[in-house]
């Protein structure tokens, strides 16, 4: 397995282990230049959404992935982690509605959590 897929792994199961909701994985390496995954989750409440944030950020950290840049953290109701290669949304239930990335980015490649497990 290659390491940025690797790194996917990691993030999914770092949002698994503190109960993300719905978590979506898009390949966007054909139609983007921006990254080559992203990964859409939400949470629950602004406790849960930063808490999801922190454990993903922590533990891909120890994997040797730095975060680049993160936004709305404050807010918590849409935060956007990049790593590059890997874009992590991980919104409230209502903004996850209303922004619907996963129809935007539609023309990407839906892939399986199971793929990288």
Same mark, same amino acid.
């Given at each position: 397995?290659?390491?940025?897929?690797?790194?996917?792994?990691?993030?999914?199961?770092?949002?698994?282990?503190?109960?993300?909701?719905?978590?979506?994985?898009?390949?966007? &390496?054909?139609?983007? @230049?921006? %990254? #080559?995954?992203?990964?859409?989750?939400? *949470?629950?409440?602004? &406790?849960?959404?930063? @808490?999801? %944030? #922190?454990?993903?950020?922590?533990?891909? *950290?120890r994997a040797g992935l730095p975060l680049?840049?993160?936004?709305?953290?404050?807010?918590?109701?849409?935060?956007?982690?990049?790593y590059r290669d890997i874009i992590i949304?991980?919104?409230?239930?209502?903004?996850?509605?209303?922004?619907?990335?996963?129809?935007?980015?539609?023309?990407?490649?839906?892939?399986?959590?199971?793929?990288?497990?």
């Amino acid at each position: 397995m290659d390491q940025i897929k690797e790194w996917v792994k990691i993030a999914i199961n770092a949002l698994e282990e503190k109960k993300a909701e719905d978590i979506h994985i898009i390949d966007i &390496s054909a139609v983007s @230049t921006i %990254a #080559d995954y992203f990964i859409i989750a939400n *949470g629950t409440n602004k &406790s849960q959404i930063q @808490t999801l %944030a #922190d454990h993903v950020e922590e533990t891909l *950290g120890r994997a040797g992935l730095p975060l680049k840049q993160s936004e709305g953290y404050e807010s918590a109701n849409w935060i956007l982690m990049d790593y590059r290669d890997i874009i992590i949304h991980i919104f409230d239930k209502e903004n996850r509605l209303f922004y619907d990335l996963d129809r935007i980015w539609r023309d990407g490649r839906a892939v399986d959590k199971e793929d990288f497990m």
